[in-house]
Structures are given as structure tokens and as C-alpha cells.
């Protein structure tokens, strides 16, 4: 048996060595080959090592490329550790760490995947690892701290809030300037007083030292003594200096109160709210008895997110005895409205301050311009009368010192009986004022003409019309040009007669406006295309391409004529379709400049019109010089100049009239524009049909062929009675 078993040993000595005789050679024939970080796998390819890669992948057969270390952290595909850990790349692997503010509960700081990872948040405040200043309060965040001023400190200047390098100091009263060149004993005493305030104050008596300042505010504007007495013009400089100035104190000071809301009374009736928080998403409001103030975060906080927001509304019901009879400024838009809701407005005799005034302000000094609009509601007790209208105004500085009331960046939203809602765009010192204007009563008699002008201009035009269409002696390229201006006119005055003050329904208003602005600019545009035929038939007399002119006019006037108005008319209602119909008439509103869009076409065709007219008068006169005593040719040009001259002053010179209604003469104007307007079509039905000889022969053979027909209407109705009664006397025969 035991030499069995030798005799198997040779074989099995051949099978062990069999594999391992190629294998140790290739190793030993390819070691020198590959790269570094590398493995040999034949005679003719490496393999790297994990953790590195070469340019054609694991494996490679160029002797010539090398291994290159795999960033596991970084793209395509990063580790994933887990939350608050963070991946770091080793030289042919990786391994995790918590991050920074971060450490492990338990197990290794060094980890491989996120089923290892057990990091939270590290609390510097409480264990000490902080660099907070003994100035600041540390505040933990998540992975992270924050030095935070205690209460009743603020940053030092130069450096941000909330930072770890923050260092505070104690908040100091703010210093308040004095108006110069003003000699009043009761305001030196006022600001000795604030003065004291200013020299005992710190950040634990925060509370009685702004409930101070508002009773010393509240005991001057109670007894304002010699400041009474002072003029208006100085009046109107100090006692907004004094409203800006506590302003500017209580701004300062407040941000030692802690988080909350805050009321301060006087026995004079001042009311102080104060509202002081953290950054937030909610809206902001303070109510008071007579007021209300809403405005949002984003107009409270400024760029440099100073911690803790303060937003104030001051009321002072004393004041109105010193600004009343400050004047009034509106701004152009404001005015121009004004103008258009009150019909012959003349000027403002009046004004009284319907609330009490009031001051805003917030942490962030810069209010020039919010991001927001902030809202007020101010009650009142007095209620507009239909000549009174109401205002909400802002205190705006003068150059020389004194201020006046201003309108600019506040706007009324709303308004009833006994409140009035307004928005600004800055915060200042801001009242509710109620102006009363002196108002022209309406002129009946411009009224009167008007509605007789206009109806009698109506029928002219629908008989010119009808002469246009019918009379086939005289239908030409003029005719249909005189034929599309008169439908065009009539139109137009007619539902400017019958729907002009149709102001109960908007849109019915607006689309009432849009066809007018449409009627009137088609017919300026006829007018246009009226004068240029006059002109190039003018220029005929000396050129002869009459047939040209009419093949021109046939082609373009049309299009010209009703495609122009409808795009104009389209861009103005795309752009501003709110602006069509005023609260008084269906016409365009003044707002932004939008008449224009019917006031720039207009003196664009009567400036193009004049010159026409010009051009035509000296064509012709050049004409008349040269002409000899032809009576035909004489006639005709004579014609066609008394043609011109009326075409300027019909069509033209009446819009002009309207243009010069100002000053003195604007009386006189208003009925000069009201007559002629108003009988346009008397004076086309006049000039184009009964001074045209073609025309009344054409009315002499329609009035004979009534007559004849009326004739013979009553000899048949007298034969057929004739006929009757003949009839008759048989049948009793």
C-alpha cells in the first residue's frame, strides 16, 4: 500500500509545478514593466490597484501610462457620508469625518459610509469652544454659533451684527441738534430738557426715558408758549425740526427695549407705538385710536440685518395749530386729475387738516424709496363736500428752511364719510388734508349751443352725405373723400352727443371712449387725405397728371384713412386700456400723458394741413398772375381758392380754438370753439352742396320730379273720384 501511494507522488508533483512554472516567470518577466500602483496581469497587461485608475481604465497595455489616484469625493459620483459629515479623499482611498460644529456620539471621528455616521451639532456657547467677545452673547446654531449684542447694545461701527468677530458697546442717546437762528424760551427749555434726559439715560431705563420724551413733546405742543407767536415761515421750520428730531431720538434709542409691542401716552394726547422684533415674513401694524399703520418686513429691514427691528407711529394732535396753514403742492399728475374730476376748476381757496399728523419711522434710515408701499388709515370726523377733495400729504423741507404739505409718492386708495386709506412709498410726517376749490358753474348757455350746434350740424351732414351718394353728376375722388369725412363726423358727433357722460357702467365708458378717440381721429385723418387732394389738385393747374392723383387717392385712401385711426387706437388700448373713460365723461384720461395719443395725430394733420393750405394759396397765386381774362379758367381757380381757404378754417381752425382756451381769453375761445365746432356740418353741407352749381341743378330736377309726381298723384286721385261719383249717378239712374 505505502509504495502505492509513491508511486502517485511524481504526478502530482508535475500538477502543483505546472501552473506555477508561467506564472512566476510572467511575474518576473513584467515586473519592471508596470507603473507604479499597479499589478501585473500577463506578459502584456497591468492592472491598477484600487483606488487608482489609468487613462484607458483598470486595466491597460501601455507601458507608457501611469495610475492615477481616484477622487471618491468629488464628481462624477461623490461618497456619501451622510448629513453633517464631510468626504476626505486619501492617496488610493477615502474616509468620512463629521464636519465642522459636528461630532460623533459614538464609534470612530473616522468612518466609510453613512450607516457608520452618528454626528450632531457641537454647542460651543455651552462647552466653552466660542470666541465671542465679553461684549456679545454667544448663540448657538446648527454646526455653528453667533455673537449677539446684549440688550441695550449695538455693534461698534465698522463691523456687521451677529458675527463672530462682533464686538458692542452700550447704546448712547442720540444727539439732537437744535434749529439755528430761532429765539423761543419755551423750545431752549424743551431742549435743556432733552438734554438732562440724554445725560441720565442708559440702556436699563429705556422705558422712562422714551415715556419721558413723549410727555416733554406732548407738554410743549400743549403749551407751546412764544413759539405761538413766532411767524408763520419760522413756525413752518421749527415744529417739523422738532417732529424729526424726536424722531431720530426714539429711532436710536428703542433698540434697547426688548422684543415686543410698546404704547406711550401724554396727558396732551400724544400716542407713541413702538413694535420691535426679529426678522420675520409676517406684516407689521400699529393701532391707534385715530390711525393705523401697515407695512411689511421688507421695508423695515435694511442690508445690513441689524438684528432687532423697531418700527414707530407718532401721533400729535397739538400739531395741526402750527402746520394748517402750511400751503398745499401737488404734483402734475395729482393736478391734472383734479382738473378733470371737477369741471372748470378754478383754484384752491382752502385747505384744513382733516387728522392728526403723524411721523413713521423704522430702524432702516434709508426710506426714500420702500420696497413696499406702507398703508395708513386715518379717521376722521368731517366728510368731503362734492367741491372738496381730499389729500394725503407728506412734510417736505424747502430750501429756504421752511416746508409745505406735498403730494408726491402718497396716494389716496380709498375714502368714506369718516376715514380716508393712503399709501406711500416713504416714510416722513404724513396728515390726511381736505382742500376746497372754487369751482365755475357750468355755462348753460355754451351747453345750449352745444346740443342746437350739434343737432343742426347732424341733419347737414346726413344731407351731405346723401348728396354725395345720389348726386352722380358730381361723385369723384373728391366727393368720396368729402363722402367718408361726413359719415366719419357724423358719427362721431352723434354718440359724443347721446353717450358722452354714459360714466355708470366702466366698461361701457371705455369702449364709449374708444370709439370716439377711433370716429374723431378717422375724421382728422379724412381731413388729412382732404387737404392733400386739395393741394396735388392744385398742383394740377400747372402740371397735368391728373389721372395719376386719381389712381393715388383711389388706392390709399381708404387704407390711409380708417387703417391709420385703428392702429393707433390699438396701440392705446393695449398699452393703457384703464385710462379709457374719466370719472366725469367717456372720453381719454389725462393720466401719464394718454391724450396724446389723440392730441399728437390732431396737431401732427393740422400742421400738415397748414402747410398744404400754403402750398395750395401759392400754387394758385402764381396761377391767377399768369391766367388771362378767361372767365371759365378765371371762375374755377377762384373757386378752388375760396374751397381752400374754407377747408382750413372748417376743419382746422376750430381744434386750434380749443387749444387757446387760457387766461383772459379763454371765455371768449371756449365759445368761438363751441359755435364753429359744433356747426361743422353746417358749414360742409354749405360749402360742398349749396355752393356747388352742379349740385342745386341736381336739387332743381329732384324738387320737379316731386312736384310732377305730386302732381300727378292729385290728377289721378281727382280722375278716380271723378270716376266714382259718374258710378254712382248710374246705378241711382
Given at each position: 500500500m505505502r509504495n502505492k501511494y509513491l508511486s502517485l507522488l511524481p504526478g502530482l508533483l508535475v500538477l502543483l509545478l505546472f501552473p506555477m512554472g508561467p506564472t512566476a516567470q510572467n511575474s518576473k518577466a513584467c515586473a519592471l514593466r508596470c507603473p507604479p500602483n499597479s499589478s501585473c496581469v500577463n506578459g502584456t497587461t497591468c492592472r491598477c490597484t484600487p483606488g487608482f485608475i489609468s487613462v484607458s481604465g483598470e486595466i491597460f497595455t501601455d507601458p507608457l501610462e501611469s495610475c492615477y489616484d481616484i477622487n471618491e469625493c468629488g464628481p462624477p459620483s461623490p461618497v456619501y457620508c451622510g448629513i453633517s459629515a464631510d468626504c476626505q479623499n486619501l492617496e488610493g482611498g477615502y474616509y468620512c469625518t463629521c464636519s465642522p460644529g459636528y461630532e460623533p456620539v459614538s464609534g470612530a471621528t473616522i468612518f466609510r459610509n453613512e450607516s457608520e455616521n452618528t454626528c450632531r451639532d457641537v454647542d460651543e456657547c455651552s462647552s466653552g469652544q466660542h470666541q465671542c467677545h465679553n461684549s456679545t452673547v454667544c448663540v448657538n446654531t446648527v454646526g455653528s454659533y453667533r455673537c449677539h449684542c446684549?440688550?441695550?447694545?449695538?455693534?461698534?461701527?465698522?463691523?456687521?451684527y451677529k458675527q463672530m468677530n462682533t464686538i458692542c458697546k452700550e447704546i448712547s442717546f442720540p444727539t439732537w441738534t437744535a434749529p439755528s437762528g430761532i429765539k423761543s424760551q419755551a423750545l431752549s427749555h424743551f431742549l435743556n430738557r432733552i438734554q438732562d434726559l440724554g445725560r441720565n439715560f442708559s440702556s436699563a431705563s429705556v422705558l422712562n426715558t422714551v415715556g419721558d420724551l413723549v410727555q416733554e413733546t406732548g407738554d410743549l405742543l400743549e403749551t407751546p408758549g412764544d413759539l405761538k407767536t413766532l411767524p408763520f415761515s419760522e413756525q413752518h421750520f421749527v415744529v417739523p425740526n422738532l417732529l424729526f428730531g424726536l424722531e431720530n431720538v426714539l429711532r436710536g434709542v428703542s433698540k434697547a427695549l426688548p422684543k415686543g409691542s410698546f404704547t406711550f401716552n401724554s396727558s396732551a394726547g400724544i400716542e407713541l407705538s413702538l413694535e420691535v422684533q426679529a426678522p420675520s415674513y409676517r406684516n407689521i401694524t400699529l393701532i391707534q385710536k385715530q390711525t393705523k399703520m401697515m407695512l411689511t418686513w421688507d421695508a423695515v429691514r435694511d442690508s445690513g440685518?441689524?438684528?432687532?427691528?423697531?418700527?414707530?407711529?407718532?401721533?400729535?394732535?397739538g400739531m395741526d395749530r402750527?402746520?394748517?396753514?402750511?400751503?398745499?403742492?401737488?404734483?402734475a399728475e395729482e393736478l391734472t386729475t383734479l382738473h378733470e374730476t371737477h369741471r372748470g376748476l378754478?383754484?384752491?381757496?382752502?385747505?384744513?387738516l382733516l387728522s392728526d399728523v403723524i411721523s413713521a419711522f423704522i430702524t432702516n434710515k434709508d426710506t426714500e424709496n420702500l420696497r413696499s408701499p406702507v398703508t395708513f388709515v386715518f379717521q376722521h370726523s368731517v366728510t368731503p363736500g362734492p367741491r372738496e377733495k381730499v389729500h394725503c400729504v407728506y412734510w417736505e423741507h424747502g430750501q429756504n428752511g421752511s416746508g409745505h404739505w406735498d403730494t408726491r409718492g402718497c396716494w389716496v386708495t380709498s375714502t368714506r364719510d369718516n376715514s380716508t386709506t393712503c399709501q406711500c412709498s416713504h416714510l416722513s410726517i404724513f396728515a390726511v388734508l381736505m382742500a376746497h376749490y372754487s369751482v365755475q358753474e357750468e355755462d348753460s348757455a355754451l351747453t345750449v349751443i352745444t346740443y342746437v350746434g350739434l343737432s343742426l350740424s347732424l341733419l347737414c351732414l346726413l344731407l351731405a352725405a346723401l348728396t354725395f351718394l345720389l348726386c352722380k353728376a358730381i361723385q369723384n375722388t373728391s366727393t368720396s373723400l368729402h363722402l367718408q369725412l361726413s359719415l366719419c363726423l357724423f358719427l362721431a358727433h352723434l354718440l359724443f352727443l347721446t353717450a358722452i357722460d354714459r360714466t355708470e357702467s366702466k366698461v361701457l365708458c371705455a369702449i364709449i371712449a374708444g370709439a370716439l378717440h377711433y370716429l374723431y381721429l378717422a375724421s382728422f385723418t379724412w381731413m388729412l387725405l382732404v387737404g392733400l387732394h386739395l393741394f396735388l389738385s392744385a398742383r394740377n393747374l400747372t402740371v397735368v397728371n391728373y389721372s395719376g392723383i386719381n389712381r393715388f387717392m383711389k388706392k390709399a385712401m381708404f387704407p390711409v384713412g380708417y387703417?391709420?385711426?385703428?392702429?393707433?387706437?390699438?396701440?392705446?388700448?393695449?398699452?393703457?386700456?384703464?385710462?379709457?373713460?374719466?370719472?366725469?365723461?367717456?372720453?381719454?384720461?389725462?393720466?401719464?400723458g394718454f391724450k396724446w395719443g389723440f392730441l399728437g395725430p390732431v396737431c401732427a394733420i393740422f400742421s400738415v394741413n397748414l402747410a398744404f393750405f400754403l402750398m395750395t394759396l401759392w400754387i394758385l397765386k402764381r396761377k391767377l398772375c399768369s391766367l388771362n381774362s378767361e372767365v371759365s379758367t378765371l371762375q374755377n381757380t377762384r373757386m378752388l381758392t375760396f374751397k381752400a381757404t374754407a377747408q382750413l378754417f372748417i376743419?382746422?381752425?376750430?381744434?386750434?380754438?380749443?387749444?387757446?382756451q387760457v387766461g383772459q381769453a379763454a371765455r371768449v375761445m371756449a365759445y368761438l370753439f363751441t359755435i364753429i365746432n359744433s356747426l361743422q356740418?353746417?358749414?360742409?353741407?354749405?360749402?360742398?352742396?349749396?355752393?356747388?352749381?352742379?349740385?342745386?341743378?341736381?336739387?332743381?330736377?329732384?324738387?320737379?320730379?316731386?312736384?310732377?309726381?305730386?302732381?300727378?298723384?292729385?290728377?289721378?286721385?281727382?280722375?278716380?273720384?271723378?270716376?266714382?261719383?259718374?258710378?254712382?249717378?248710374?246705378?241711382?239712374?
Open positions: 446684549r440688550q441695550g447694545w449695538e455693534p461698534k461701527p465698522g463691523l456687521w440685518d441689524s438684528g432687532l427691528a423697531v418700527v414707530g407711529l407718532l401721533s400729535t394732535p402750527f402746520l394748517a396753514e402750511a400751503p398745499l403742492v401737488l404734483d378754478l383754484q384752491e381757496t382752502s385747505h384744513i387703417g391709420v385711426p385703428a392702429v393707433i387706437v390699438a396701440i392705446s388700448a393695449a398699452s393703457r386700456p384703464h385710462l379709457y373713460g374719466t370719472s366725469t365723461s367717456c372720453w381719454l384720461h389725462s393720466e401719464k376743419l382746422g381752425c376750430t381744434w386750434f380754438l380749443g387749444i387757446l356740418g353746417v358749414f360742409i353741407f354749405l360749402v360742398y352742396c349749396l355752393l356747388s352749381q352742379q349740385v342745386r341743378e341736381q336739387y332743381r330736377k329732384w324738387l320737379k320730379r316731386i312736384r310732377k309726381s305730386k302732381a300727378e298723384s292729385e290728377k289721378y286721385t281727382l280722375s278716380s273720384r271723378t270716376m266714382s261719383e259718374g258710378c254712382k249717378h248710374s246705378e241711382e239712374t
